[in-house]
């Protein structure tokens, strides 16, 4: 069974980098797939940041391009995301989820981070 | 103003039958397959259909998707009180190099 567990600080200072693992297991991220992170504001929709596969492909979303970094450790069997220079618009929670194009069919149950000062 | 247009609410008493518009563009829907999930008050999204009709295993079969040109509909038939949830529609968008756009969300009442 595939599991992800989302992992960080829930609280990120202004103008900070938040950054996030995602510890994947019952599968072998170097297998294949993409592996991707959504956020969803408090009260609003879902929004794509970012897929990567294994290989170190990319494809971020563009409003976040800029900000945005997403790279992953086969050896740990997880993968991570960087968020630069946040604010409280980042304030979210942040899933992690295994992915084909936009087809996520595993998540993890998601991780609120804050942005306070 | 998110890319793919859902309206954003529906209802319907148990039992009824209940659709969810999804509308895109030729550079998404158009072109690529559509996703559903299904977001349950606190919990995670989780996938409901793929493929544009496609169900993974343990979805019942009273949720169906479809999809005509630019635009793809989810189908809650015999509706129960337990469908209560927000249900977003997603897919590949060509431009810009590259990227998933999500809809809006639709909040689904069983009255």
């Known amino acids: 069974q595939v599991q992800l567990q989302e992992s960080g600080p829930g609280l990120v200072k202004p103008s900070e980098a938040l950054s996030l693992t995602c510890a994947v297991t019952?599968?072998?991220?170097?297998?294949?797939?993409?592996w991707g992170w959504i956020r969803q504001s408090p009260g609003k929709g879902l929004e794509w940041i970012g897929n990567?596969?294994?290989?170190?492909?990319?494809y971020y979303n563009p409003s976040l391009k800029s900000r945005v970094t997403i790279s992953v450790d086969t050896s740990k069997n997880q993968f991570s995301l960087k968020l630069s220079s946040v604010t409280a618009a980042d304030t979210a929670v942040y899933y992690c989820?295994?992915?084909?194009?936009?087809?996520?069919?595993?998540w993890g149950q998601g991780t609120l981070v804050t942005v306070s000062s | 103003q998110s890319v793919l247009t859902q309206p954003p609410s529906a209802s319907g008493t148990p039992g009824q039958r209940v659709t969810i518009s999804c509308s895109g563009s030729s550079s998404n829907i158009g072109s690529k397959t559509v996703n559903w999930y299904q977001q349950l008050p606190g919990t995670a999204p989780k996938l409901l259909i793929y493929s544009n009709n496609q169900r993974p295993s343990g979805v019942p079969d009273r949720f169906s998707g479809s999809k005509s040109g630019t635009s793809a509909s989810l189908a809650i038939s015999g509706l129960q009180s337990e469908d209560e949830a927000d249900y977003y529609c997603?897919?590949?968008?060509?431009?810009?190099?590259?990227?998933?756009?999500f809809g809006g969300g639709t909040k689904l009442t069983v009255l």
């Open positions: 019952g599968y072998s991220i170097s297998t294949g797939y993409y």
């Open positions: 997603a897919a590949w968008d060509d431009s810009l190099n590259g990227h998933v756009v």
């Open positions: 989820a295994r992915v084909q194009w936009s087809d996520f069919d595993y």
């Open positions: 990567m596969y294994y290989s170190g492909r990319t």
